[in-house]
């Protein structure tokens, strides 16, 4: 179910299909009053990390698979405003010239999303935000590469210098 559920996930965000992480898990066969919970525990990568590997693993697939990459992505779409443009569909072709700025990064699209239930970022002190970039890297240790590790490792290493050098020293195990 596992599987199913990480196959549904992937084809959810690259496919035609628009469903949410508990609709993956129902149709994965979890049970419907459990399934927001198994979809949360799936994709959290300390309850679950080989679901998180494999999910990383089949988008990688699905990238490969459909041979995208940025540049194939531009030329499509001047492909297709130039062919707008002869259409005389001036909206169409405005709207891919629009994309093809995105993807090379002329524009920045901002979206402020509130997380609730998450910690607030934008009031957190430059401590605050560290040790919470340092839980990330330590969440995601297991799925970084080993160029992702070797950094994770330098880092532990750095913040207990840093520890010892203001005489703070931390006796608890931060994992």
Do not use: W
């Amino acid at each position: 179910m596992q599987k199913k559920f990480a196959r549904y996930y992937v084809e959810a965000k690259y496919g035609n299909q628009s469903l949410s992480n508990t609709e993956c898990a129902i149709k994965a066969g979890y049970s419907a009053d459990s399934a927001y919970q198994r979809a949360y525990e799936l994709l959290n990568p300390r309850i679950s990390p080989h679901v998180v590997s494999y999910i990383g693993k089949l988008q990688e697939d699905f990238r490969l698979k459909n041979n995208i990459d940025p540049d194939k992505h531009m030329a499509r779409l001047h492909y297709l405003g130039q062919l707008a443009e002869q259409n005389k569909m001036v909206g169409v072709a405005l709207r891919a010239e629009e994309l093809r700025g995105k993807v090379a990064g002329y524009y920045i699209d901002r979206q402020i999303i509130k997380n609730k239930n998450g910690p607030d970022y934008d009031s957190m002190s430059s401590e605050e935000l560290e040790d919470a970039m340092n839980k990330m890297l330590l969440d995601y240790e297991h799925i970084l590469t080993p160029k992702g590790k070797d950094l994770v490792e330098r880092k532990q290493k750095h913040n207990e210098e840093q520890r010892k050098k203001n005489g703070k020293t931390n006796g608890s195990n931060e994992r």
